[in-house]
């Protein structure tokens, strides 16, 4: 028997809160799931600095990416199985593309590819196509299977129903994690009727649609969306965490820099101060060692970066203020002056940070914003733009919600305002 075909002698089945169980009948996804890059994701958060707002929110990539596979499976053989349109001989390759679609992800990306200029997407095609223990496995199964499942990640694979299971607007990619971090964060928003969901998908030559029956449990999908994103996603004190992230790194890559002797010299992250850094290395990260960096750092001469790391560590975190980029851009010049005459680096300790999320739209193929829109199968079977019959829909379409934040260390303004009056006015200035 052919490798791709080889199914195991007893199924085996993750125990999963979300989905209940995950079932692995396929040889070649045990495999994946065992290969050390794969296992590595178990030592990335899926949610970052989430955990220091929602403390149960310590769920990593690896349970997302389980669940993501999971739910691709139900579709291909409960949804769509013997149905013409869909052709079997993709679908082992759209189950692999699911479990392996963040496999790039490094230690906190958002704030590790800032500092480094990564892409996270780069490198699961790097680790896909490179000399890894995941590429071997697929390899096994055809000389150019690496390269199919690397590009229904990369949305180039010509069968564009495979891809839009993975990347569109209605998902598997944002069905499991809309559900799993509301689940694990605990807020009562992010949860809606995806067996619904699943049972009303069809697939078309395209894209998968939705039978028109299944509106209003699409409509509950992209409120939850919505929700999550302002909820969860954006909320300004884990944007604070985040903000001090980055600093730290920002720090550490300076004082390298500058020729900075560290008291536990940051060796894992040499290669990417100075842009040497081969995929190995890359691999070799997880948050376990920037944590441990962070945790010694505290006791570095430097008394930037020993702060940061203290503030990270044991939760300090940096106070924010509502502000408009468009009408208070003096503003922040005033500020920065007034932060350099007390003494505290502006560069660290004023950072201004925006978030901005388009919760659906419905924009063409082309245009500024290319993103397929989702579509209903009406009963005559045409196909209709979902916000076209939705009124709940078309009232949040193509609305961008922009929210700008100034981060700053208020404790030390607060400790320091009766020595020195300048911290008082800076106080003032910012929190009005
Ligand atoms: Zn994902």
Not at 6 to 26: N, Q, T
Not at 54 to 61: K, M, N, T, V
Not at 313 to 322: G, K, T, V
Not at 352 to 373: A, I, M, Q, V
Request: glycine residues 6%.
């Amino acid at each position: 028997m052919e490798y791709k075909d080889e199914k195991l002698v007893e199924e085996k089945v993750f125990k999963d809160p979300v989905h209940r169980y995950i079932h692995v009948r396929d040889k070649v996804i045990w495999d994946v799931i065992g290969t050390s890059e794969f296992q590595r994701l178990r030592r990335i958060k899926q949610l970052g600095t989430t955990y220091l707002v929602f403390h149960g929110a310590e769920h990593s990539r690896f349970h997302h990416s389980l669940g993501v596979y999971e739910i691709v499976r139900r579709i291909i053989d409960d949804g769509f199985s013997g149905r013409p349109e869909w052709n079997n001989e993709e679908r082992l390759v759209t189950m692999c593309a699911a479990l392996l679609h963040d496999l790039g992800h490094g230690p906190f990306s958002h704030a590790f590819e800032k500092v480094f200029d990564l892409d996270h997407e780069q490198f699961t095609q790097a680790i896909l196509l490179g000399d890894t223990e995941v590429n071997a496995v697929l390899r096994r199964v055809a000389p150019d299977f690496p390269q199919k499942v690397a590009d229904i990640i990369g949305k180039t694979y010509p069968d564009k129903l495979v891809v839009s299971l993975i990347s569109s607007q209605i998902d598997a990619d944002r069905m499991d994690y809309l559900q799993r971090d509301a689940y694990f964060t605990g807020v009562s928003y992010g949860h809606f009727d995806m067996e619904r969901i699943l049972r009303v998908m069809r697939p078309t030559e395209e894209q998968a649609v939705i039978k028109y029956s299944g509106m209003h449990a699409v409509e509950d999908y992209i409120m939850s969306r919505y929700q999550m994103y302002w909820q969860v996603y954006f909320h300004p004190v884990s944007r604070s965490a985040e903000v001090i992230l980055t600093k730290i790194l920002h720090r550490a890559k300076q004082l390298h820099a500058s020729g900075y002797i560290f008291k536990q010299e940051p060796v894992h992250f040499h290669s990417f101060f100075d842009k040497t850094f081969v995929l190995e290395d890359y691999i070799a990260l997880d948050e376990n060692i920037l944590m441990t960096y962070f945790q010694v750092w505290m006791k570095e001469e430097d008394a930037i970066l020993s702060d940061l790391c203290y503030r990270f560590i044991n939760r300090r975190l940096f106070q924010y203020a509502e502000f408009d980029p468009a009408t208070e851009y003096r503003k922040i010049g005033e500020l920065e002056q007034l932060f350099k005459e007390a003494g505290i680096d502006p560069a660290y300790y004023l950072v201004t940070d925006s978030s901005s999320d388009l919760p659906y739209d419905f924009y063409g193929p082309g245009e500024e914003n290319e993103r397929l829109p989702i579509y209903l199968q009406m009963k005559n079977g045409d196909l209709s733009e979902l916000s076209r019959s939705s009124d709940v829909v078309d009232a949040i379409s193509g609305k961008r919600r922009t929210d700008h934040k100034i981060y700053f260390p208020e404790d030390v303004l607060e400790a320091g305002k009766a020595k020195n009056p300048l911290y008082g006015r800076i106080l003032h200035m910012l929190k009005g």
